[in-house]
């Protein structure tokens, strides 16, 4: 059992950053395949980034790509999805998922509660 936990989240002008930040509980975290996605109101749940189990591998939606960076510390249990360049369009609910497989859509194992990113324009 994996335990999620994003924080990070909030108020941000375009053009600005954020880190967001999830936890995860227990002592099997580097076993894991960790991911962002993100759901803006009205829209479908939308992949922005995995990494592997070791960070050695990233993948991210084209959306992201080249503004947004996820990254993990297993020894802190965290991955981390550092935002630069933030758009209005990036405006959501941001979670984090685990799973055992490296992949970019699907059902994942483990999720977060999330944590609501606004881009004012």
């Known amino acids: 059992q994996v335990q999620l936990r994003e924080s990070g989240g909030g108020l941000v002008q375009a053009g600005g950053s954020l880190r967001l930040s999830c936890a995860a509980s227990?002592?099997?975290?580097?076993?894991?395949?960790m991911a962002w996605f993100r759901q803006a109101p009205g829209k479908e749940r939308e992949f922005v980034a995995v990494i592997s189990m070791s960070g050695g591998s990233t993948y991210y939606g084209d959306s992201v790509k080249g503004r947004f960076t996820i990254s993990r510390d297993n020894p802190k249990n965290t991955v981390y999805l550092q935002m630069n360049s933030l758009k209005p369009e990036d405006t959501a609910v941001y979670y984090c998922a685990a799973d055992r497989a490296f992949k970019l859509k699907g059902l994942y194992d483990y999720w977060g509660q999330g944590t609501q990113v606004t881009v004012s324009s």
């Open positions: 227990g002592r099997t975290f580097s076993s894991y395949n």
